[in-house]
């Protein structure tokens, strides 16, 4: 329980940054796929976008916040990716339908 609660002071307090020319390329590319209709693509590219902003970016305030706890980071990036390739094989066996 003390864990969650770390977790929950975490997230109320961190500030964690997002690169304006990251935020402006997100935006257009969702835009885009939303006027091209393609929405399991853009559902890729908001996952990939938060994944990368949220583990890969700011992974030091991450390590700073849970120290050695290291399993629990690689457990986030290890489902993080196994999600990646997952919606990928589904996008690409709807395209080829």
Same mark, same amino acid.
């Given at each position: 329980?003390?864990?969650?609660?770390?977790? +929950?002071?975490?997230?109320?307090?961190?500030? =964690? #940054? !997002?690169?304006?020319?990251?935020?402006?390329? /997100? $935006?257009?590319?969702? #835009?885009?796929?939303? +006027?091209?209709?393609? @929405?399991?693509?853009?559902?890729?590219? $908001?996952? !990939?976008? !938060? @994944?990368?902003?949220?583990?890969?970016?700011?992974?030091?305030?991450? +390590?700073?916040?849970?120290?050695?706890?290291? $399993?629990?980071? /690689?457990?986030? %990036? /290890? /489902?993080? =990716?196994?999600?990646?390739? !997952?919606?990928?094989?589904?996008? @690409? $066996? %709807?395209?080829?339908?």
């Amino acid at each position: 329980m003390d864990d969650v609660n770390q977790f +929950i002071s975490f997230l109320s307090s961190a500030m =964690i #940054s !997002v690169p304006l020319g990251q935020m402006v390329l /997100f $935006t257009l590319v969702i #835009s885009f796929c939303m +006027i091209g209709s393609k @929405f399991k693509l853009g559902l890729l590219v $908001t996952y !990939v976008f !938060v @994944f990368y902003w949220g583990f890969i970016f700011n992974q030091s305030a991450f +390590i700073d916040a849970a120290g050695q706890a290291s $399993t629990g980071l /690689f457990a986030y %990036a /290890f /489902f993080g =990716i196994i999600m990646i390739v !997952v919606a990928l094989i589904g996008l @690409f $066996t %709807a395209l080829h339908n």
